[in-house]
């Protein structure tokens, strides 16, 4: 039901009431996004600021034939991808057993929530000294074990920064999760009891299904989050070995602030929404043909 | 007997996952007061503390003045979001003002990526000369926790009834009387933990910190940066840095953790 | 097809108690109502029965086996919820088999009793929908068609009939009774409305504070009542209680509103007398019946082909239930005069609410 203003209010106060939150919006994201846009079909380089040419789409089409470009795309996706679905499953796991707690349960999960509130630069550079091969305790005790790993090898850079950040971010699909699994209804899952279903039959058949929507959120959120990684390449691997860890945000940042490229920086960033974008729709637009109740 | 074996898996997987969270802390805790000479001695676990690396950095150090820089930018762009978000907030929710597509517009505004915005904004603060200064940050701030706080309190607008305000205004209040009185009491636990996750979200950005502020202005986040200098690494002393920013999120992590479960389950179905 | 036995079953909710010792037997095959007031712990009971709850003390036995330690699973129990708890996400034809499919019976029998279970209920077109696009009685037979389908021993219904419409409910007893006639199971129904309890049972248990105050037949329960309580909880419009004593053969209410001879000597009492036991002294037929009193109609509400009247004798006001056709007579201040069935007279103890068995 859609309330309407009193009389003696003016017939748009719905309106007016947006009215500061579109002036701030429009002074630093709707002006910024538009100068953005402008600027990625010029050729703008802070060094030489007074030779701003207008270049059409060649920073674009540049762009489609740029290998390190591409390749950052594919690391972040690969990243994305990867720490997404370790921290969904973990997070999925760890409320179940939250669930279970009985008198702990505020502290331990106040505990588990911690990673999550750290500043994520002060992460990276804390797992860049406890994975060091020379001087991190981790290597050390494994070493102990037999075991011996280059964490920031080739091979193995991406994964220990995907680590990392399941490390981090886990705690929050705990937190997303958790809230979900709390306010799910208690009726259907007496009814399952009652109906003779097991334990395991219940979460794949009630639980599962009634936790989707949550789910898709969480994931959608912590993806598109998870794709603005910068502070763990920053803090410890500058994109390196070679440009194994560098991701997108990162390769904006070196075209822009350590080339000063900012036309081609902003073309990137322009590349990288469009992609974001059809990647959330298509993911919702696929779910509401499932069945939305 | 059963109980007792789920009991058992439970407790000691919740430890597995205890220990895999607080190892990392109790590393920077004790690395923040081990002497230097036995840094580079990970194997060395008992030695006698010393303080030397706190009272550098708390003292002798511009940390201070940078968290209090942080502290600045996140209250400010805090205030800025409630300012601003309150009253959008309360349109969407009473009047439904533009339906569920405008509120989805307002948290896809959350999911710019800073990459697009950092040009500009960078060239706009060099053009207005507010580069390294507060005032820039704040405003890169506000491109994402002011969605993110208008949101939040949409969500917590909507579980407050709308009877009580229009029984207010049928008793004789005006909209702006009975929201402040009704509506608001009610909210101000949510809105409370709205405010400190958007100042959390303002304490931890580096991304923005590190290009628009760099001299007194620098945020903590991008002092503990700094202490990867060309001279090599003041592990100790970022350690000491790293552990003053955890404070605050941890102090406040307490405190909201409660409200954030209800806001966010509620929000995350409707979503 | 079973019979359920509760022996000695108590239930703490921390140190609140809202079970206490409750011993009961039901038959088989039979409906049996649990019937009483907000907290008085039938819905408790009934979730005893299911398992969703565990006795704190007690056992529990369905048919000849002991469940009181069974899971709802294992102890072949179907239960229909209030709000009927069906599975929003699954449609109507899933939500049915779900017991099926979570034992693992084979599809084709699965298909086969879903189709004679749908029949039977009328709900074959709905088997695609999904619960938000029932209506509430759709979604009741959804509900219990999916209890029927897993052939269990025993059907349990908590207050199957609170969330329906005056006319629906009535339509719902009938059917209900159907269903029992055809499928001659044992079922446990719980509800809060005396009037759903006394039209559906065979046997009624009527509950209050965590014990059973009395268990029989509704014609007993109604003529018979063992106590105050059950006397005023049912029977709609509810019995009048009166106040007063009975010494030497003379029952006399408070404040001398009027006098009854009746044979004892029994102190403080209540006497009970039932609205449609309260005749005009000119319509009296056969009845054997009290001395009379003049009386004040003080209110009227007409119900049907009956009256309701308000009667004030001196200071006290009962209610009456008059045939219609006396309408021109009960118009407000108008005195008539009353006798009371002596058959149908109750007399409760004062201190501890119980009947007195007295003789004509």
């Given at each position: ?293 | ?155 917590f607008f909507e579980e407050v009834p709308?009877?009580l305000e ?13 929201f402040l009185w009704v509506v608001f009491p009610n909210i101000r636990p949510g809105l ?80 | ?360």
């Open positions: 039901m859609i309330t309407a203003e009193l009389p003696s209010e003016r017939s748009l106060l719905r309106y007016w009431l947006l009215v500061p939150l579109a002036v701030v919006l429009l002074i630093v994201l709707a002006y910024p996004f538009g100068y953005s846009f402008f600027i990625s079909f010029h050729n703008y380089e802070l060094t030489s600021l007074d030779d701003i040419r207008f270049v059409g789409l060649s920073n674009y089409t540049e762009l489609l034939h740029d290998d390190s470009y591409w390749n950052s795309i594919s690391n972040t996706l690969i990243f994305v991808v990867g720490a997404v679905s370790i921290e969904t499953f973990l997070g999925l796991g760890l409320a179940l057993l939250i669930q279970k707690l009985g008198v702990f349960r505020n502290f331990i999960l106040a505990v588990l929530l911690t990673p999550m509130f750290i500043t994520p630069i002060a992460v990276g550079l804390m797992f860049r000294f406890l994975l060091n091969s020379q001087m991190g305790v981790i290597p050390l005790y494994l070493s102990a074990l037999g075991i011996e790993v280059d964490w920031f090898s080739s091979e193995l850079a991406l994964l220990s920064i995907i680590l990392i950040d399941v490390w981090q971010w886990t705690p929050f699909m705990l937190l997303l999760i958790l809230a979900g699994l709390e306010s799910l209804p208690n009726a259907p899952f007496e009814a399952a009891k009652v109906d003779g279903a097991t334990a395991w039959f219940t979460f794949i058949n009630v639980t599962l299904p009634l936790l989707r929507p949550v789910m898709v959120v969480a994931i959608i959120i912590r993806g598109v989050d998870a794709s603005k990684v910068f502070e763990y390449v920053y803090a410890i691997t500058r994109g390196g070995p070679g440009d194994r860890t560098e991701m997108i945000l990162f390769h904006v940042y070196k075209e822009g602030f350590r080339f000063f490229r900012m036309g081609n920086a902003a073309a990137m960033s322009f590349i990288l929404v469009t992609i974001l974008l059809c990647a959330v729709f298509s993911i919702i637009y696929f779910l509401k043909f499932k069945r939305d109740y | 007997m059963q109980k007792l074996g789920l009991n058992v898996i439970v407790y000691s997987l919740t430890t597995i996952a205890l220990f895999y969270v607080c190892f990392p802390f109790a590393w920077l805790m004790m690395t923040s007061v081990k002497p230097s000479s036995l840094i580079f001695r990970p194997d060395v676990l008992i030695f006698t503390p010393r303080m030397d690396s706190w009272i550098a950095v708390l003292f002798n150090s511009g940390v201070p003045g940078y968290a209090l820089n942080s502290i600045i930018v996140g209250v400010v762009t805090v205030i800025i979001s409630i300012g601003v978000g309150c009253p959008a907030a309360y349109s969407f929710s009473r009047f439904k003002t533009g339906g569920n597509k405008l509120r989805l517009v307002i948290l896809s505004a959350e999911m710019i990526p800073p990459a697009i915005l950092i040009v500009p904004l960078f060239l706009l603060a060099y053009k207005f000369r507010i580069l390294d200064s507060i005032w820039a940050l704040i405003a890169a701030h506000t491109t994402f926790i002011v969605p993110i706080i208008t949101w939040f309190l949409i969500g709308k009877e229009e029984q207010a205004m049928v008793d004789g209040l005006t909209r702006l009387k009975a409370a933990a709205a405010a400190v996750f958007g100042f959390i979200l303002s304490w931890n950005d580096t991304f923005y910190a590190l290009m628009l502020t760099g001299g007194h202005s620098k945020t903590l986040p991008v002092a503990i940066a700094g202490y990867w200098t060309f001279r090599g690494v003041e592990i100790s002393k970022m350690a000491v840095a790293m552990l003053l920013s955890v404070i605050p999120a941890l102090t406040a992590m307490v405190f909201v953790q409660k409200h954030f479960i209800r806001g966010l389950g509620s929000q995350g179905i409707k979503g | 097809m079973a019979k359920i036995v509760l022996e000695d079953i108590s239930k703490f909710f921390g140190n609140n108690q809202v079970l206490k010792n409750i011993n009961l037997e039901i038959s088989d095959s039979s409906i049996t109502v649990l019937v009483g007031p907000s907290g008085c712990g039938k819905t408790t009971t009934l979730r005893i029965i299911s398992g969703l709850e565990s006795a704190s003390s007690g056992k529990i036995f369905i048919g000849e086996r002991n469940v009181s330690r069974m899971d709802p699973k294992d102890r072949n129990v179907a239960m229909v919820f209030q709000n009927y708890a069906l599975y929003p996400h699954l449609n109507v034809r899933d939500n049915i088999n779900f017991g099926l499919r979570a034992k693992k019976v084979k599809i084709d029998e699965i298909n086969r009793k879903v189709a004679n279970v749908v029949d039977f209920l009328g709900i074959k077109e709905l088997l695609s929908r999904y619960p938000s696009q029932l209506s509430g009685g759709q979604q009741q037979r959804v509900a219990i068609g999916r209890a029927i389908v897993r052939n269990p021993d025993v059907f349990l219904f908590d207050e199957p009939l609170s969330n329906l419409d005056a006319k629906l409910r009535i339509e719902m007893r009938t059917e209900l009774l159907r269903l029992h006639k055809h499928l001659k199971k044992t079922a446990v129904y719980v509800t809060h409305d005396q009037e759903d309890a006394m039209s559906m049972g065979d046997t009624i248990i009527v509950m209050q504070k965590g014990e059973i105050i009395q268990m029989g037949t509704p014609q007993q329960i109604y003529q018979n009542p063992s106590n105050m309580f059950v006397a005023g909880f049912v029977g709609s419009p509810s019995m009048n209680l009166v106040k007063g004593t009975i010494t030497n053969n003379l029952f006399t209410a408070d404040y001398n509103t009027f006098s009854i001879h009746v044979n004892g000597d029994y102190g403080d009492v209540y006497l009970g007398i039932r609205p449609e036991n309260i005749i005009l002294k000119h319509a009296v037929q056969r009845q054997i019946v009290t001395e009379s009193f003049k009386a004040e109609v003080e209110m009227s509400q007409m119900l049907g082909s009956k009256l309701i009247v308000n009667l004030r004798i001196k200071g006290l006001i009962i209610k009456a239930l008059f045939d219609e056709q006396y309408f021109d007579e009960i118009s407000i201040g108008n005195q008539v005069e009353v006798v009371f069935d002596r058959s149908k007279l109750h007399y409760f103890e004062e201190k501890n609410n119980n009947r007195i068995n007295i003789s004509l």
